[in-house]
């Protein structure tokens, strides 16, 4: 029997209902067969640099009076550092500035002032000639600011990928053992997102507000040591 087409879109939509009705929990619940995990690494390290940090600090009555002045300083201490021996690469800027110099009790400009932040990096099985660093800062007029012991970029790559594959294990592991615990298996990868990659440069000494004398003393007894690093990641799992 021929159906009108009244009839046929009829029959349309209540089949549509139907299958609408079917797939819909899976479709407001597309994770009830997955499980998230969280995995965790932490790895030890040998910190392959120390850096020595100097800052300079200059005033003028103009920016390039204050400038120069401090170009002067920067200048004298490169220069005694490679005397020394140290490479031009050795000696890295971290910041520049010059601005306005203001007191703030009269809201008045009394000049200008330029600031220059730079550090001397060496190998950390090189700190004995942290003491030459110092003295040539100090005698150029640069105060010292702080000694850090830092990763190189190519120790920071490798120990990050480390860190990060040994999260993922971890969070492999545990995806299997929660799954085999529900008496499931463990199915594909759905998702993975990365967490915090753990890693910030040690500080080793704070120079602010003594003396160089006493800068010298304590850096002739600084050792690096292992430091920890961690790395996190969360994976989504489907489970069957």
């Known amino acids: 029997m021929k159906l009108d087409k009244a009839t046929q879109i009829t029959l349309i ?7 609408l009705a079917i797939i819909a929990p899976n479709l407001s619940n597309p994770n009830q067969n997955t499980i998230s995990v969280s995995g965790q690494a932490t790895i030890e390290v040998m910190p392959d640099l120390v850096s020595v940090y100097f800052s300079v600090d200059t005033k003028g009555t103009t920016s390039n009076e204050a400038s120069d002045k401090n170009s002067e300083i920067v200048n004298a201490l490169i220069d005694s550092l490679i005397l020394k021996g140290f490479a031009r690469d050795d000696i ?8 306005p110099d203001y007191d703030y009790r009269t809201g008045q400009t009394t000049g200008y002032r330029a600031t220059h932040s730079l550090k001397v990096e060496l190998s950390a099985n090189e700190s004995e000639k ?8 100090v005698d150029a007029g640069a105060g010292v600011s702080y000694i850090n012991f830092e990763l190189s970029s190519e120790s920071q790559n490798t120990y990050k990928a480390e860190a990060m594959k ?6 492999t592991a545990k995806a ?20 915090d990659y753990g890693y910030v440069p040690w500080l ?32 989504v799992f489907k489970i069957r």
């Open 130 to 137: 942290i003491g030459d660093i110092i003295d040539s800062g």
């Open 92 to 99: 890295k800027t971290v910041s520049f500035s010059v601005y």
């Open 166 to 171: 040994l999260a993922a294990q971890d969070a």
């Open 176 to 195: 299997e053992g929660v799954a085999e615990g529900l008496g499931k298996k463990l199915g594909s990868l759905v998702s993975v997102t990365i967490g």
């Open 204 to 235: 080793a000494y704070d120079a602010g507000g003594v003396s160089s004398a006493e800068v010298k003393e304590a850096a002739a007894s600084i050792v690096p040591s292992d430091q920890q690093i961690s790395a996190s990641v969360t994976a």
């Open 13 to 19: 939509i209540v089949v549509g209902i139907i299958i």
